[in-house]
């Protein structure tokens, strides 16, 4: 009787050890035929077609990011700077509009207003990027060099609306971005009409002054939301390029180790099998029974 009891056991447990030994080898199949890639040494690559393509993608969009931040600050220094002048200019106005001021005060701040106009025509032809003038109303060009791509679509507009995705997206996609700009000059802001030397032509230029402070408040703050979106997306794209670095990464220390786990796994059963079977002959199925928990 007892024979036949440790026969059931013998048979019992080689089954189950069968069972288990048919799902690790799914496991190691299914891991072997996965995305990983291994060369014929048996050396795993670091990265595959793929995602090399997709970071090379990444990476000049990040660069055409950073160039258009960069130009877009230099051009609100720009316009901070006009900005600063012409708030001095509209003080000597205030001054000059004085009823009482002496005419050659107002003269002397006649001279200083001239000179500040200058100053603002100077600043308007310095602002540049790559020798790529920045306030002459041809507008900011941001485009995507990469060899990836072969041809650069037409160019798109954008403006401070346009959302810091469709911003990455184009800039991935190898679009051209065009942000519109308007001419900064003595003449496109109508300073040409400030002329202090008189109390009432001081009054006017006050008026003059304010349309132009206004105009430019406008301008750096159309410009500042452009600045804003360019950084989320170079922020965007960035986050995409840590967290595809880290899958490429993990998709080959994760494989490795699952390996190493059902190695040691499968070493372990065949181990346990074998006790199992001299359990058996040792006619010990109680031991036996315990090795299989």
């Known amino acids: 009787m007892l024979s036949i009891k440790q026969n059931i056991l013998s048979s019992q447990s080689l089954s189950a050890s069968s069972v288990m030994q048919k799902k690790l080898e799914t496991s190691i199949n299914n891991l072997s035929s996965g995305p990983k890639k291994v060369l014929k040494t048996g050396v795993a690559q670091p990265a595959s077609d793929k995602f090399s393509s997709r970071l090379r993608t990444l990476t000049a969009a990040e660069l055409g990011a950073q160039e258009g931040i960069s130009m877009l600050q230099k051009s609100d220094d720009a316009l901070g700077d006009t900005q600063d002048i012409l708030q001095k200019m509209r003080e000597l106005a205030l001054k000059s509009s004085d ?14 207003i001239k000179e500040l106009k200058s100053k603002i025509d100077s600043i308007s032809s310095s602002a540049e990027y790559n020798s790529h003038k920045l306030l002459d109303g041809s507008g900011i060009s941001v485009s995507v060099s990469t060899t990836s791509y072969s041809s650069v679509t037409a160019a798109i507009a954008i403006n401070s609306k346009f959302s810091f995705n469709e911003l990455a997206a184009a800039l991935q996609a190898g679009e051209t971005i065009q942000i519109p700009t308007k001419e900064i000059s003595e003449k496109s802001l109508g300073l040409e009409e400030v002329e202090i030397d008189s109390s009432d032509g001081a009054k006017k230029s006050i008026s003059v002054l304010d349309k132009a402070l206004n105009f430019i408040f406008d301008e750096r703050t159309e410009f500042k939301g452009i600045l804003s979106n360019f950084k989320s997306a170079l922020n965007h794209m960035q986050s995409m390029s840590n967290n595809l670095t880290a899958a490429d990464t993990g998709s080959v220390t994760g494989v490795e180790a699952a390996f190493k786990m059902i190695s040691v796994t499968k070493s372990q059963l065949m181990i346990n099998s074998g006790a199992v079977l001299s359990a058996h002959s040792s006619n010990s199925p109680k031991n036996a029974l315990s090795l299989l928990k």
């Open 99 to 112: 009823g009482k001021l002496p005419d050659e005060q107002r003269g002397k701040l006649q001279s200083q």
